[in-house]
């Protein structure tokens, strides 16, 4: 499956149970804070987890591995927000990817 199959499945999630998307200035609002706030229970659980990894250094846990997984489930609410982000925007993915892609090779080339 590729990208923009994901953002057909988020659209038509979104037009059930949603309503069709309107494109109102408070949209992106909504959406800008959603996202921000999934970012930010990602970094939580990063902060928690360094916190105890200074505790118990080189220890692999299933502790360890429950932080992983809750890292896991929330970088997919942040992709499941930048789907409908995009849909909005009427963003095609794969070539705003490339174009940034390329922008920053030519950013960070090595000397
Ligand atoms: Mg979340």
Do not use: C, W
Request: proline share 2%; aromatic share 14%; no cysteine.
């Amino acid at each position: 499956m590729d990208i923009s199959e994901f953002k057909k499945l988020q659209k038509e999630f979104d037009e059930e149970y949603i309503g069709p998307y309107e494109r109102k200035p408070e949209d992106f609002l909504f959406l800008s804070t959603a996202i921000a706030g999934e970012v930010g229970e990602f970094a939580n659980i990063v902060k928690k987890y360094y916190r105890t990894k200074e505790k118990k250094v080189g220890v692999a846990s299933d502790e360890d591995r429950d932080y992983i997984s809750d890292m896991k489930k929330e970088i997919i609410d942040v992709f499941t927000y930048f789907l409908i982000i995009a849909n909005h925007l009427d963003l095609d993915i794969e070539e705003g990817y490339l174009e940034n892609l390329a922008r920053n090779r030519k950013r960070f080339k090595k000397m």
